[in-house]
């Protein structure tokens, strides 16, 4: 055996040809989510992080969606279209170009298989560099039916049948193909391209390539993994298993990187969520994409934020949103029923209860009384609000934006704020109110009288 350079670049050709039927959705299959990114995504970053400079997806051709999400996942990437869907092995020569010449190690992952971890797909790779011209992942189970079963004599492997060749011995194999595999360079095109349809399905199968390496006297390594962790997704409760899964490990992550999640199975975490130490995660929050939270924050129960930055110290809830960008600045609080889109709010601001903050900007130690809202949107436009640092606002105002309240300012409670109110002054805007002394029960009267008529008629 030789030894290749450990300079070797890795190329990873992701199949993602699938129609996924039975997941019964427009949505292609490997654009459905996993802890808030596509499947395809999870895997395109799996492999990067694995070492892959080159990646090259197979596809459904004509699917700008899935084009699109490609282009934003692993920008650069290859993206070639399997016309006719004729076999696993005939999808990774869709990407021929890639293959051809570059003497690469290859890695070949399924767009609809998420688990697999960066860790794995490089022990799936290692034994490239040891001599090894093709490793296979695979794993035992009680349950193999509907795999292809790794076929051996003592520690040397044989073959790959599939369920659909295999005799009813070697279906008693329980030893199975994850169906992910990694291809020395030297010999990666010249296998593939042998590879033929002359099986039960008339397709061509990638893992024919161990039989042919075999018979060429290369060497093959089996690589072990988890069961659980080469599932595939084919509908929508494997798409929930794999969800657990991965929240399982995004829940543990943030635990062992120090913040409190006083209830892990109740909290939902997205694949980028940045949880700071002594962040502290009362029961039921959702944490959607793009949310980080900075050390010592507090986020209490009943919270569903998505696209927000929390500053230092900052507490949030119980029951609010956040959205769009929201952003609360080192020790800002926002409590009950406070919902924040597209709004910063400053050092030490506060908006205790019921609040809609949208497209706002909220200066340092501001005070939003309970049911202020800023009106952002005209039915056409949106418009920005600006509240100075200091500035207290009454409780139950609505601030019809575009409007700026100057540091300091004062306005009182169930105001309706039109025009700008400049720095330190006191705006009023409600209708004024009538008392009169003692006539409480000369109405009351009257009214009663109004009563007893109609009864009468
Ligand atoms: C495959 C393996 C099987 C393994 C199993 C593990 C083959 C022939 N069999 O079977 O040994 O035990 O995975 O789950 O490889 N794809 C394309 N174009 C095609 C065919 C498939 O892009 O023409 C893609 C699919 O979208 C999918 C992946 O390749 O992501 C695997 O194809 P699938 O049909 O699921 O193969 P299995 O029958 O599961
Ligand atoms: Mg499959």
Same mark, same amino acid.
Do not use: M, W, Y
């Given at each position: 055996m030789t030894a290749s350079p450990p300079s070797r670049s890795l190329t990873a050709i992701v199949l993602a040809a699938g129609k996924g039927t039975r997941m019964r959705s427009d949505l292609p299959k490997v654009l459905h989510k996993v802890a808030g990114r596509t499947m395809l995504g999870h895997v395109l970053a799996a492999v990067r992080s694995a070492g892959a400079t080159r990646i090259g997806v197979v596809a459904e051709p004509g699917r700008a969606d899935v084009a699109a999400e490609i282009e934003r996942q692993a920008p650069g990437a290859g993206v070639f279209p399997q016309v006719e869907r004729l076999g696993t092995a005939h999808a990774v020569l869709a990407a021929r170009p890639l293959l051809a010449g570059t003497g690469d190690d290859v890695i070949v992952a399924f767009g609809d298989t998420p688990l697999v971890t960066p860790e794995t797909f490089a022990r799936l790779r290692a034994p490239l560099s040891e001599g090894a011209a093709v490793a296979v992942l695979a794993f035992t189970t009680d349950t193999p039916t509907g795999y292809g079963r790794v076929l051996t004599v003592g520690e040397r492997v044989l073959a790959i049948r599939e369920e659909k060749d295999a005799s009813e011995a070697e279906r008693r194999v329980c030893l199975c193909n994850a169906g992910l595999m990694a291809l020395s360079g030297d010999h990666a095109l010249a296998l593939l391209e042998r590879i033929g349809n002359a099986n039960a399905a008339g397709e061509y199968y990638l893992p024919d390539a161990v039989a042919l390496a075999v018979a060429d006297g290369l060497s093959v390594a089996v690589v072990p993994v988890e069961e659980a962790e080469a599932q595939g997704v084919n509908d929508r409760v494997q798409l929930a298993a794999a969800e657990a899964v991965v929240q399982g490990r995004l829940r543990r992550a943030a635990l062992l990187g120090g913040a409190t999640l006083v209830a892990p199975e109740t909290v939902f975490l997205s694949h980028d969520t940045v949880l700071g130490r002594d962040v502290t995660v009362e029961p039921h929050v959702v944490f959607g994409p793009g949310v980080v939270v900075a050390d010592g924050c507090t986020v209490r129960a009943y919270a569903h934020l998505t696209e927000v930055r929390l500053e230092a110290g900052v507490k949030i809830g119980p029951f609010v949103r956040m959205r769009g960008g929201a952003v609360l600045e080192t020790g800002a609080e926002i409590g009950n029923f406070v919902e924040l889109k597209n709004a910063r709010m400053g050092p030490g601001a506060k908006a205790a209860h019921l609040t809609y903050l949208g497209d706002a900007e909220i200066g340092a130690k501001a005070n939003v009384g309970a049911g202020t809202i800023t009106c952002n949107y005209d039915g056409v436009f949106k418009h920005r609000t600006t509240? =100075? %640092? $200091?500035?207290?606002? $009454? !409780?139950? #105002?609505?601030? +019809?934006?575009? +409007? !700026?309240?100057? %540091? $300091?300012?004062? &306005?009182? *409670?169930? #105001? +309706?704020?039109?025009?700008? &109110?400049?720095?330190?002054?006191? %705006? &009023? *805007?409600? =209708?004024?109110?009538?008392?009169k002394p003692g006539q409480a029960a000369a109405m009351r009267a009257r009214l009663q009288a109004l009563k007893e008529r109609r009864k009468g008629g």
């Open positions: 509240i =100075g %640092a $200091g500035a207290f606002i $009454g !409780s139950n #105002s609505a601030l +019809v934006a575009p +409007v !700026s309240i100057g %540091a $300091g300012a004062t &306005v009182g *409670a169930g #105001s +309706v704020i039109t025009k700008d &109110v400049p720095e330190g002054a006191l %705006a &009023v *805007a409600r =209708g004024h109110q009538l008392t």
